[in-house]
């Protein structure tokens, strides 16, 4: 046994440099240990926590082992119930985001195309958005229109960033190509498609990924405020009535781990579509 | 010869309103341009030459006067007049083929495509038609920026301080790229600059300008045989010649009033 | 100076104009009895229940509650945001062993701390300050975090031409530099917990506007409802003008770039 690890250590030794060829990125050569001091704190946790529970200090009603939440995750896994909430929670927030994000971008564009428009719209809205988004749940639940409640409450909040963002972007389209237009002759129509969307459109992309983001955050809290609709929100919910603890840990691991997946993705598409935007950066 | 590209501005004046007060931006100016011309403003900062450019082309109206290009009114900006910025104003999202064709219309995709190549060979951007203008050099841009403004084989082609922001060789080495341009496409061009040298390489007469209001102060022409050489004593006599109009030239003063 | 004024106050009532179509809409369709009261209540009626709460002090009441929670979860998240942030922008090493696991903390959305919370906090006073502070650490963390961090080297050469004392550089250059970020920090985790203060208390009160909203809500009074979420939302709005006008006064220098 020892004589194996002697070996191993001896094996890892002559390829030390390899290995820290490997770990470290591009002439980046303190990576690794930049990446050990990060796992330090989490490590510290995670041993005070699976020593806690070992010892019985903690109850396991209030800290679940971290052999617990495993289990619970086997469990839940098992069960199949688990990501079936979670694919409800995810259809449920794409709907809301769709809806609110379409309209949002609409309205954006209305408002930053047209002056009168902007005078019109923007008091009622901004008004509007002042209104805490937790409070429209009870008036969405007295409405009772059943999964569309839900539905309707994601897209409420996944309409405003989508709504400033995109203003913002028509709004701040520079007058200089805007002038280019002209000295082409450019109509209305050449003007939106060919200066206008391209040039705001980073911006609404922005408005995008934060508006998904919302919308993931809302999703729980409808599934929360508005049950009997199933979700990841309303099991854990559940999770929470019947003192599992384990289970509720499990389910915001899988939240946070889906709301991750999903900024991810909006940022790699956010970057994807405004690489032209590259000269501001790099000019800085 | 060509027959189309004269420019004539005849008692041309502009105020602009800023909080109620008028400002006289440009004050009588007469000027005529033959076609196939190439003539330089020059002036200080503030003397109205970027406004005189900007109404010639059709981005500023409201003035007094009257600008005719082949004996026409102008109204509004026109696809027989180009315009290059200071800043190249490629858009960013599209690629250089793409903005050079940015302009083209009425055309089928493959004389498109052929008006757009001939244009990328005429500035020398072979090989770069699929770069985007954050890929370029300052200098690559304002070669993108002039093919743009020339796909409409516009009649008059307006410059303003198109090499401005580059750096002193590369400037140079445009002048020799713009005079070779001017004379292949053989069009009537106006620059705006404040470059002396610039002025005197390219120009065959030079527009001096004063400042506040911004007024014609003289018209110098420029006789010297092309290419022009910068060394040349003659060249340097010219230069004199413009700076005294600014009160910049050489010979000794015993006070300087700037 | 008279067109100007003139235009303003156009400006200012075409934005009147939807909502007062609304009122009278709204109005109308009530007077039609198109859609049950429960849905759609009638504008004056909101108004006279919110003058009713207002009298019988019931509202006052539950506002004051909720803004004693949203101040107290405020304070104590903004100011551990603000600690953090400090921290981890002047130290490169502390940011690199806290910033990993505040921001796997930060990935899981809000609103799912809730049954944690209550489960380790019970539903009681502690969950909810706890739950707002949460809200309010995040926003002024990044916040703080972008605002020293982001502050121009030339300042920072300036300063070290000048030979500053740390405790001068942080007063004179880093915190003045990076108090716009940090307003802006305030001002999102000032919304946020009082956004959240709304949503504790949809879930688990018995006091307080959000639960107004909900006994609302039980009572199948849609007047209730509204009034509660008007007075949220004009609250919101005021604390937001508040800060706003606040910045504008402190930081005179900085021209912020949404207003042109």
């Known amino acids: 046994m020892l004589s194996k690890f002697l070996l191993l250590a001896g094996i890892v030794h002559s390829q030390k440099n390899k290995i820290m060829s490997f770990l470290s990125v591009r002439g980046n050569k303190y990576l690794p240990i930049k990446v050990l001091e990060g796992t330090l704190l989490p490590g510290t946790i995670f041993v005070i926590w699976l020593i806690c529970s070992r010892l019985n200090i903690l109850s396991k009603d209030f800290f679940p082992s971290p052999g617990d939440v495993v289990n619970g995750f086997h469990e839940v896994l098992n069960d199949g119930s688990f990501l079936d909430n979670l694919g409800m929670s995810v259809i449920r927030v794409l709907k809301g985001f769709l809806l609110g994000s379409t309209v949002g971008f609409v309205i954006g564009i209305t408002l930053g195309m047209s002056r009168f428009l902007e005078k019109l719209i923007t008091p009622i809205f901004n008004a509007i958005r002042q209104v805490p988004l937790p409070a429209w749940a009870p008036l969405l639940v007295l409405v009772s229109l059943g999964e569309m409640s839900r539905v309707l409450f994601i897209a409420i909040g996944a309409c405003y960033p989508v709504v400033l963002n995109t203003f913002e972007g028509v709004k701040n389209v520079r007058n200089d190509y805007v002038e280019v237009g002209k000295v082409f002759k450019f109509n209305r129509v050449q003007r939106f498609f060919k200066i206008i969307l391209p040039s705001s459109f980073p911006s609404t992309l922005t408005g995008l990924r934060l508006s998904l983001s919302i919308s993931w955050m809302l999703v729980v809290a409808a599934e929360i405020f508005m049950t009997s609709g199933g979700g990841i929100g309303e099991m854990m919910w559940a999770c929470r009535e019947y003192s599992r603890m384990d289970l509720v840990v499990v389910c915001i691991i899988a939240i946070a781990l889906v709301g991750f997946t999903m900024n991810f993705f909006m940022q790699k598409m956010e970057m994807f579509f405004s690489f032209w935007r590259l000269t501001l950066k790099q000019s800085r | ?258 | 100076m008279n067109t100007k004024g003139e235009t303003q106050v156009k400006t200012i009532l075409i934005g009147f104009i939807v909502p007062v179509l609304l009122v009278i809409g709204l109005e109308i369709i009530c007077k039609l009895e198109i859609f049950p009261s429960q849905i759609v209540v009638a504008p004056h009626k909101v108004l006279i229940t919110f003058f009713d709460l207002i009298s019988t002090g019931e509202l006052l009441e539950h506002l004051r509650i909720s803004m004693y929670r949203v101040l107290t979860g405020f304070v104590l998240g903004a100011t551990l945001g603000f600690i953090f942030g400090t921290v981890m922008a002047l130290s490169p090493r502390s940011e690199r062993i806290i910033a990993p696991l505040l921001s796997a903390l930060s990935q899981v959305p809000l609103f799912g701390w809730i049954p944690l919370l209550m489960l380790w906090f019970g539903i009681g006073e502690t969950f909810k300050v706890v739950f707002i502070a949460f809200g309010a650490f995040f926003p002024m963390l990044i916040n703080t975090f972008e605002g020293i961090h982001g502050v121009p080297r030339s300042y920072l050469e300036v300063a070290r031409a000048f030979e500053f004392s740390s405790a001068k550089l942080l007063h004179k250059v880093l915190l003045p530099a990076a108090l716009p970020s940090l307003f802006t920090g305030i001002k999102l985790a000032l919304g946020m917990s009082w956004m959240l203060v709304v949503g504790a208390e949809l879930v688990a009160a018995g006091e307080g506007v959000g639960y107004l909203i909900v006994w609302g809500r039980q009572l199948f009074q849609m007047d209730i409802v509204f009034v509660g979420i008007a007075v949220v939302g004009s609250i919101g709005y005021l604390m937001f003008l508040t800060l706003n006008a606040l910045e504008v006064s402190l930081i005179s220098w900085h021209r912020p770039l949404s207003k042109k």
């Not at chain 2, 027959?3 to 005529?32: A, C, M, P, Q, Y």
């Not at chain 2, 001939?118 to 304002?142: A, D, T, W």
């Not at chain 2, 620059?191 to 030079?206: F, Q």
């Open chain 2, 1 to 258: 010869m060509k027959s189309t590209g004269t420019l004539s501005v005849t008692n041309v004046s502009k105020k602009f309103r800023v909080n109620n007060n008028e400002i006289h931006v440009l004050d009588n100016i007469n000027l005529s341009v033959k076609a196939g011309e190439f003539i330089s403003i020059i002036g200080l900062s503030g003397c109205g030459k970027t406004t005189l450019l900007r109404l010639i082309v059709g981005l500023e109206s409201d003035y007094e006067g009257d600008i005719l290009l082949d004996g026409r009114k102008l109204n509004g900006p026109s696809l027989d007049r180009g315009i290059v910025f200071q800043d190249h104003r490629l858009f960013p999202w599209l690629t250089v083929e793409k903005n050079i064709g940015l302009g083209i219309v009425g055309k089928s995709d493959t004389e498109k495509k052929e008006i757009v190549n001939n244009h990328i060979e005429l500035v020398g951007l072979k090989g770069f038609e699929k770069s985007y203008p954050y890929q370029l050099s300052g200098g690559m841009s304002q070669r993108a920026a002039i093919a743009r403004s020339l796909v409409n084989q516009p009649e008059i082609l307006l410059l303003d301080e198109p090499l401005g922001a580059l750096d002193a060789l590369t400037r140079m080495y445009m002048h020799k790229e713009l005079e070779r341009i001017w004379k292949k496409e053989n069009i009537t061009m106006i620059m705006v600059t404040h470059d002396v040298e610039e002025a005197l390489y390219l120009s065959d007469k030079i527009v001096v300008m004063s400042a506040r209001p911004g007024k014609l102060q003289k018209i110098i022409p420029v006789p010297l045989a092309r290419p022009r050489d910068r060394a040349s004593v003659e060249f340097a006599e010219m230069k004199e010649k413009v700076l005294e109009e600014f009160m910049l030239h050489t010979e000794p003063h015993f006070t300087y009033t700037i």
